[in-house]
Each structure stands twice: as structure tokens, then as C-alpha cells.
């Protein structure tokens, strides 16, 4: 086993902390990557499955549910992956019968969702979730490798984004 990768060493998780203006601010970047990807869902949530923020347009969805289903989704694909070899897992896409479903590693704590309908084309999410990683994980309080080849790494001193309109309701 190899002990120098993030996802291989426990975590402390009496060290994970989100205050609550880091989690109203990584709010406000959740629901400008919903607007700008046309998500129906945008949510962060921690290894463990702890909701830090979200944005959804679903009323019927359990969002505490949705963490928990991420966490887990993200911990099985990262141990396939790893048994088949690859030493990383940074983002994960699944096509269903209405919707894409996004996951992305941010740091080596948390993971964001997104949710759009099958339509969108899978790209936009990935790019517009590229453009957030970085400033999620600095606001987070992660590093985010690689952050250097994504072209809004500059974004992250730019402060919150402004609202974008849209009605979220996270219930």
C-alpha cells in the first residue's frame, strides 16, 4: 500500500471544519456552476458523506441522502480504480435514462456533484467543474493538484461570484 497518496491516509475528521461563511460562499459558487451548467443539482460534500453546501431545483430530492450516496459512489470507484491500477481518481461521469451525474475530487476531502439533465452536454459540466475546483478547494482550505492546467485558476482570488438568479432550494 501506498501511504503517500491522500486518499490512502485516515483522516482526522474532527479536523474537518467548514465555517459557516466558507459553506454560504462555497453556496454562492455552487449556484453559479448550476447556472452556468444548467445543473438541476449542485452539491460538496465531505469523504464521510457531511453535506457542506448544495443547490438543487428538486423539492423531492433528500439532499442528506444524496451526500451519504456520493460519498460512497466516489470511495467504491476510487477503490476500482485502484485495483485495476490507477494511482488517481479525479472526477467520475454516469449517463442514466434522464440525467448525467457528475463527481469531482476537490482536495483530498471533499467531492461535488453535479446533476443535469441528459441533454447537457456532458463537457459543459466538466468544464464549468474545472473552472469552480480550484477556488472550492482554496476556500476549503485544500490543495488541489493539477490546479495549474485548469484555465480558471486565477478565479480564485476573484471572490464570490454574483447571484445568479436562480430560485435553489435545498430542503
Known amino acids: 500500500m501506498n501511504d503517500s497518496h491522500p486518499e490512502n491516509e485516515p483522516l482526522d475528521w ?17 449556484r453559479d456552476f448550476a447556472s452556468d451548467a444548467e445543473l438541476d443539482m449542485a452539491v460538496i460534500v465531505d469523504r464521510s458523506g457531511g453535506m457542506v453546501a448544495g443547490v438543487a431545483s428538486r423539492p423531492d430530492v433528500d439532499v442528506d441522502t444524496v451526500g451519504a450516496l456520493v460519498a460512497g459512489a466516489f470511495g467504491a470507484m476510487r477503490s476500482l480504480a ?8 479525479v472526477e467520475s461521469l454516469h449517463h ?3 440525467d ?14 453535479g446533476v443535469a439533465e441528459l441533454n447537457q452536454p456532458a463537457g459543459i459540466v466538466r468544464e464549468r ?10 476556500l476549503l482550505g485544500e490543495p488541489v493538484e493539477g490546479a495549474g492546467n485548469d484555465s480558471a485558476s486565477s ?17
Open 14 to 30: 474532527d479536523d474537518v471544519e467548514v465555517s459557516a461563511d466558507a459553506a454560504d460562499r462555497a453556496e454562492d459558487l455552487l
Open 82 to 89: 485502484r485495483e485495476l491500477g490507477e494511482s488517481a481518481i
Open 96 to 98: 442514466g435514462g434522464k
Open 100 to 113: 448525467t451525474i457528475y463527481l469531482r475530487q476537490i482536495g483530498s476531502r471533499y467531492i461535488l456533484l
Open 129 to 138: 467543474a474545472a473552472q469552480i475546483a480550484q477556488p472550492l478547494a482554496t
Open 155 to 171: 478565479a480564485s482570488n476573484a471572490g464570490p461570484p454574483p447571484q445568479s438568479g436562480y430560485a435553489y432550494d435545498i430542503g
